[in-house]
């Protein structure tokens, strides 16, 4: 199923941070993400399901950076005024709508440049859940979505990286070297 609701905008308060994660200010999207980008609170989330198979998003192409790219299942923003947990609730539905529960893993801290567009510079929390429920993705937000065989899913991140988004590739290696017994607990 597609849900072609627009759910995010360049001009929505983004939380920025200092380098110890404490809240100096807010802007709105787009100025975060402009030339090095200022650093901003997000967060990922990464959905299996019963089998063990990590549903993947291919991004947007009409996301500013990374369009088209492969990641993790969802990633976003916690808005001006509104906690991790309430953003991680509020954009699985949105961008897939899947409700679950989530277990925070690790945050970190990262930057990422796409080309001469912009920067992605972020103390990103993550997270993991299990579902089974249907998806229903956001056609503003995911251009394409599977859940893949995690053997599969190393195998073409190794032979093809260039394919995925680096917060992805950073976080999943981090996954499978530090919390892979708390997936295999899902």
Not at 56 to 71: F, G, H, N, T, V
Request: glycine share 4%.
């Amino acid at each position: 199923m597609i849900d072609n609701t627009q759910v995010s905008f360049d001009d929505e308060m983004l939380i920025v941070v200092d380098e110890e994660n404490k809240v100096i200010d807010y802007k709105d999207k787009l100025s975060c993400h402009l030339g090095d980008g200022i650093l901003h609170r997000a967060f990922s989330i990464f959905i299996f399901n019963s089998k063990q198979e990590l549903l993947l998003q291919q991004r947007s192409d009409e996301k500013m950076l990374w369009p088209l790219y492969w990641s993790n299942s969802c990633c976003s923003h916690p808005r001006k005024g509104e906690e991790l947990e309430q953003a991680t609730i509020r954009r699985l539905r949105e961008e897939l709508g899947i409700q679950t529960d989530l277990t925070y893993l690790f945050t970190f801290q990262y930057h990422a440049r796409f080309k001469e567009v912009g920067s992605e510079s972020e103390i990103c929390a993550v997270y993991i859940g299990k579902s089974d429920d249907e998806v229903t993705v956001n056609a503003h937000e995911v251009a394409d979505w599977k859940f893949v065989p995690i053997d599969e899913l190393n195998t073409d991140m190794e032979a093809n990286p260039e394919r995925y988004s680096p917060w992805f590739k950073m976080e999943w290696k981090r996954i499978r070297e530090e919390f892979w017994s708390e997936v295999k607990g899902l």
